[in-house]
């Protein structure tokens, strides 16, 4: 199993509202990223987890709030977003955090503040 | 200056053309390099990925890494329609954080 599996696919969200994305693998990597896309716009890194330990947070806003319950599992919390928030949510997973192996993403989840 | 450098395109061809897109760095601590493809509205799919300097082959697609030039490239021969999307290069040294290029956007014409 190679793949990495994120839900929802599509979420809609008013500025108020408290939501949260998932990402799942089962390959056992021990490290895991969350990435934000724009439109026509390279994966621009927010978090990364290695060995279940946040490692990387890339000065992102107190709105977004990264949770790894476990080696599996990766979860984005979302509060207060902006309509400027609104963007692909990419989860990516590695091998080792600390050697050369490369990098799985997930389909995305597609996010409109509205 | 980035860390990464793509040439964003976009690059039209007609079918069964040889494609070349290229990423250069500045980071001589590079040791692993990745393309992905990204279909519109999709996540990146990783295609190849290399270490180190040399070539790698699969399939219509060969990877390219010349470390003393600080340059790789994708070649993809007899191009098909399918293969028009968007193209990433990525690369990291020791560290889990990778750089990715802007992107270059492909287009093979029937």
């Known amino acids: 199993d190679t793949e990495v599996t994120q839900t929802p696919k599509h979420l809609v969200m008013g500025m108020t509202n408290k939501k949260s994305l998932k990402c799942e693998q089962h390959m056992g990597h021990r490290a895991m990223y969350w990435y934000k896309q724009k439109a026509k716009k390279p994966p621009e890194l927010m978090f990364v987890?290695?060995?279940?330990?946040?490692?990387i947070n890339e000065s992102v806003p107190s709105r977004f709030s990264p949770e790894c319950p476990n080696s599996s599992l990766l979860n984005l919390h979302l509060h207060a977003l902006q309509p400027e928030d609104s963007a692909l949510y990419l989860c990516?997973?590695?091998?080792?955090?600390?050697?050369?192996?490369?990098?799985?993403f997930g389909p995305g989840t597609r996010l409109t503040v509205l | 200056q980035k860390e990464v450098e793509q040439d964003p395109g976009p690059l039209s061809v007609p079918e069964g053309a040889i494609v070349s897109l290229n990423c250069t760095y500045s980071n001589s601590a590079f040791q692993y390099f990745m393309w992905y493809r990204q279909y519109s509205r999709k996540g990146p799919e990783l295609l190849m990925y290399t270490y180190s300097s040399g070539n790698k082959e699969d399939g219509r697609f060969t990877a390219q890494v010349d470390k003393s030039s600080k340059y790789i490239s994708l070649f993809i021969r007899d191009s098909q329609p399918s293969d028009s999307a968007t193209y990433l290069c990525a690369m990291r040294g020791t560290g889990n954080q990778f750089y990715f290029g802007t992107g270059t956007s492909l287009t093979v014409i029937p």
């Open positions: 990516a997973s590695s091998q080792d955090p600390r050697g050369g192996f490369e990098q799985f």
């Open positions: 987890y290695s060995y279940e330990k946040l490692s």
